[in-house]
Structure formats: C-alpha cells, structure tokens
C-alpha cells in the first residue's frame, strides 16, 4: 500500500475475526512500544494484547456516532484502559468523556487531514471527467452513504428543500453521490415532492469523476446531525466551494458560519433553503465563502499538517 511518498507492507487476515485477533496476539511477541487501533471496535484486542505486553502503550482512534452512544461493555473498558483516545472533533471527544467515560486527560483532539496524494489527483481538465448523467446548469452537490442507518446525514431535508428554491431558481440541480439501499426512500420524497426531474443520484464514481462533480458544483450541501467531523466538507472546501452543513457535531468546528459556508439545524428544509438562496443570489459572496474555505484547508487540514501533530503524540508517548 502506497501512501504519499512512503510504501507499507501489511498483513491482513482474509476478513477472519479469529485470525486477526490471534496474529495481533503474535505481535506482542516482538514486544511493541505502542499499538495503535483504528477503530473503538478493535479496542478489545488491544486488551488482550496487554496480557503479553503489559509495558505496551495504546491509542484507539474514534471518529464519530460511533462513541456518541455507550459502547458494549468490553469496548467501553478498552477505550478508558487505553493510553491515549483520539478524537477528530472537539464534540467527540465530549462524548467520548462524557459517555464513555474515559478521563479527560487520556482524550486528545486530533482533526483528520486529507490525503497526502490530495493535491495531485485534482489536477487536470475536470470537465472531461464528468459523468455523463451529471446535469447542466447550477447545481447543489451531496456525498454520502444512502442508508437508513445514515439518515441523520439530511439528504432527504435537501430534497423537501428544492420546492422552495425552485420557485426562484426555475434550473437548479441538486445531484447526490453515494449508494445504498436508501435510494428508493430517496426518489419517493422526490416524487412526492414534485422535484424528481431536478434530482440526479450518482453511484459508482471512479476518484476522478467524484472530483469533477465537486469542480463542476456551485454549492456542497450535507445538512447532517451527526458529522463526528466531516471529511467532505473539507473535500469541498479544497476545491473552493462554499458548504452548508449541520449546526450540530463536529461539522461548525470545519465551517466557519458566515466566513466558509453556513450551519443550519437539521431537519429544516426552510433554513437550508435559505442559506442556499443566498448563496445563489450572491455569486461573489459565494466565490469568497469558498476561498476562505480553500485558504484554511490549506493552513490547518493538509496532510503535513496532521503528520507533525500525529508524530508529536508518538513520540511523547513512546518516551514517556
């Protein structure tokens, strides 16, 4: 696996749960100074690897709705046992204290970057990678999962918006990227709401094609409740466009209300509305939304940037 200028043989263990947490055990073997677990899920391993390498230091990583609700019993213990708990947002980390109970000064704050390869695979003519059903004209962009699972995420606010908007803008487009068994539940309330002639789904995209629907959109929208960060939102700003998320979670720590987009609450279609009027009304507002927006990508969410903080916890707790 290549990631950025560096290449990482790894191990993997054909998707067997039994397999992983018996070669994990193995490592201890070479008496690690530190494991790292990506996910609450993994957290119980982590504590069976303690019984072999009780000097061991641990991370577990959270990202989101993962660890807003009490986790089972062995990954609760896991995560307060632990070293050190990652967090991409302030908000998780409040639940990660609050809920799961683990003390505050073995949480710390660490936002996500984008991917080190980021910059170069938006290069080129993004025009020529469009999809061929993506619609002309001005257009609102959504990414992500469509399933019921993930229905906090808004999609279905975005679509009872479009009555509204198409009032004053008779073209507008509004395309969602993603997939899932949700999309049926998706067209019905575009149905029903009369807009399905101005609502595209997407599925499938290549990397490219996924980058060119952002180049080609005015807006990005994802008016979600439960955003542990918000990867897209980033993703959208990098390429200069202003975003709309929800006001809840981790989303208004990546935007900037009034400076790199708006925050609305979730679940209303009328607000929603209204900031994305306001941002069709004003294309030069809109333009300077999403520079600002490109502007702190570049400042505090590349990939460098996440490096040097993630290096410093290293190595703070490899010498401790």
Known sequence: MRVGDREFVF???????????????RATLRRPKLVLAAHPNLGPIVSGMYLAAPRMKSIICTHGIEVWEPLSGMRKRALRHASLVLAPSRATAD???????VAQDRVRVLPWGLDPDFESKIVGDPARSLPAD????????????????ERYKGMDTLIMAMPRLLLGWPELQLVLVGAGGDRAWLEDIARVSGVHRHVHFLSGLTYGELSACYSAAEIFALPSRG???????????????????????????????????YLVPHGEPLQLATSIDTLLSNPELARQMGARGRERVQQE???????????KILRELCES
Request: without cysteine; charged residues 20%; glycine residues 16%.
């Open 11 to 25: 191990t993997g263990a054909s998707r067997g749960k039994a397999r992983f947490a018996a070669t994990a055990i």
């Open 95 to 101: 639940f990660v204290v609050t809920v799961q109970g």
């Open 227 to 261: 955003e542990g960060f918000g990867f897209v939102y980033l993703e959208a700003m990098a390429r200069g466009k202003p975003v709309i998320g929800g006001a809840h979670g981790g989303a208004p720590e990546v935007i900037k209300d009034g400076v790199t987009g």
């Open 134 to 149: 993506f619609p002309p004209g001005r257009v609102i962009l959504t990414v992500g999962r469509w399933l019921a699972t």
């Open 301 to 311: 969410f590349r990939f460098n940037v996440f490096a040097k903080a993630f290096k």
